[in-house]
């Protein structure tokens, strides 16, 4: 028991370092995303972080197939939808009116015009803000959860493991045909589909029924991949993000390489209080990245590669500590 303990607790480390990869991510995206910076020392670096963290949502959906597709716990769908509906629903609509608030009172701030218009286009789109995109796409992973389940406990390990292939494979190709036409990402109660392929993998991963060779090196070359893969494709013209897709050719690799290294990986701290403030850290820290670009602290001048990280840090600690309080209040709590 104290082995199989040990085992669930490294999921902890695995949710708040995802949960600092995507402050990374977004820290570093403030840089790359700026034209005049492409090729620069600054944006050289933050190209790397930003790839270097591109592993963090899908070892999010991992981290909740290992949970959740365990065949040895019963699961009462009843039970389960109820509990996914308390903890979805408040934060979904919460944090998109808030956001979609936030996003208009920064546009008064910069240019001195109100405008609620776009609130509902934006809602239908799935994406109030560009990071709530991952609570509407939860929505549909819940939904079908325990189907999946219980094919999940009918399945052979072989049968699962070509699963992850297929889905991971057809996603793939997906992001490919999105790119050459430009297509959009469709309706977002079908944006789960292809992250299927992640929840199965977590589970086999964390029970030891898949595994990928020589996890670090995979995980290395994967984002040295896809680093290249950005400075070859933009230009100063614009940036071409295809290799920062969660189902390129190189960040699936990558990411099952880093869940695989998290959870086999004896020596990294768990963190259990952390952990649960993951969530909230995942949803408030926008607000404070905002703030910093317009204080000017997230700019592609030279030293901008030490700014990354240090803002990145920053960001996450107080994000932390903001959902801390509000997991201690009973009228906050279910907002984190």
């Not at 402050?23 to 995206?29: G, T």
């Not at 790359?32 to 070892?59: F, I, M, T």
């Not at 004896?266 to 259990?272: E, K, Q, T």
């Not at 993951?278 to 926008?286: D, E, M, R, W």
């Amino acid at each position: 028991m104290p082995q199989d303990t040990d085992r669930y607790d490294r999921l902890d480390a695995a949710r708040w370092l995802a949960a600092l990869a995507v402050v990374l991510l977004h820290s570093a995206a403030l840089i790359v995303s700026e034209p005049a910076a492409y090729g620069q020392g600054a944006w050289l670096a933050a190209n790397l972080y930003d790839s270097a963290a591109r592993w963090c949502v899908p070892v999010f959906v991992m981290v909740s197939g290992a949970l959740l597709l365990d065949p040895a716990k019963p699961l009462d769908p009843r039970r389960f939808y109820a509990r996914r509906v308390a903890r979805i629903c408040a934060p979904l609509v919460f944090w998109s009116l808030f956001y979609l608030g936030w996003r208009t009172a920064l546009d008064w701030w910069d240019d001195g015009v109100i405008d609620i218009s776009f609130w509902p286009r934006k809602v239908a789109q799935g994406e109030p803000y560009y990071h709530l995109w991952y609570l509407y796409m939860i929505v549909g992973l819940y939904l079908f959860a325990p189907l999946v389940r219980a094919l999940y406990a009918r399945s052979a390990p072989p049968a699962r493991a070509l699963w992850v292939v297929g889905i991971l494979g057809l996603a793939i190709l997906d992001a490919l045909y999105r790119q050459a036409l430009h297509a959009p990402a469709g309706f977002f109660l079908t944006w789960f589909l292809p992250y299927l392929g992640y929840f199965v993998a977590g589970r086999l991963i964390f029970d030891g029924e898949m595994r990928i060779p020589r996890p670090g090196l995979v995980l290395a070359l994967s984002v040295a991949a896809t680093a290249l893969g950005v400075h070859l494709l933009s230009s100063a013209r614009g940036l071409n993000t295809y290799f920062y897709d969660y189902f390129s050719v190189t960040v699936p690799f990558m990411s099952l390489a880093a869940f695989q290294c998290i959870v086999s990986s004896p020596r990294l701290p768990r963190l259990p209080a952390l952990a649960p403030l993951t969530f909230g850290v995942y949803l408030i820290h926008p607000l404070f990245l905002d703030v910093a670009k317009r204080a000017g602290a997230m700019q592609g001048k030279p030293g901008g590669a030490w700014t990354v990280p240090l803002v990145a840090a920053a960001v996450f600690a107080l994000s932390a500590l903001i959902s801390w309080l509000l997991r201690r209040h009973p009228a906050t709590r279910r907002l984190v």
